[in-house]
């Protein structure tokens, strides 16, 4: 580990990790509140397209158990996307499904370095390797909590996000500009033959054999023309 870093276990960092309903309540494309299942969770946020709604009713049972707020850590712990997690943006309460665990960072530790550190490829392995096997398509919430996290000093881990992020946003950048990129790639290839084939690519050496003597050298009969069109 480097200097001033300590292995800590995930249910000390934490003060609740819990998941969303295990009954599939009734819901609608219009009610009360907004149900989140994993098909919403994605690594930039909480995706509401396609989003159901259920009853004030069955909410308040779900909430009083998993009672998701803005700032908490979603994880996707059931189905193929077991592995995506996101700190959830949603400034409303919202009812959970299951397949999606709450982990609630404490104040001690920035939300967004264990969300990154859950991210990582160390992790996102580790989880998938825990899910080989014939039917195994879940972890668990006791799994999770035996998961030890790599802590920095608290300044260190927000230095930490600040450089993620400045790098994830360049590499955005990149990939939102794509296309352009393919269009200024293409123009500068074509700019470089058209400076080449006007002998502005490279600097001219007055030492260098003529092309005509060159031509001549190929071509003992070889005339020269005056006509700018000679073939």
Known sequence: MPKGWKWANITEVTSKITDGTHNSPVNLPIGDYKYVTAKNIKTLGVVLDNITYVSKEVHDEIYARCN???GDILYIKDGATTGIVTINTLEEPFSLLSSVALIKPIKEISNKF???FLQSPLCY???????KGVGIT???LKQIEKWDVPLPPLAEQHRIVTEIERWFSLINIIENNKED?????KQTKNKILDFAIHGKLVPQDPTDESAIELLKRINPNFTPCDNGHYP
Do not use: F
């Open 68 to 70: 998701p707020e803005k």
């Open 114 to 116: 264990l969300c990154y």
């Open 125 to 131: 392995a580790s989880v998938r390797d825990s899910m």
């Open 138 to 140: 879940r972890i668990t």
């Open 181 to 185: 990129l393919q269009t200024t790639i």
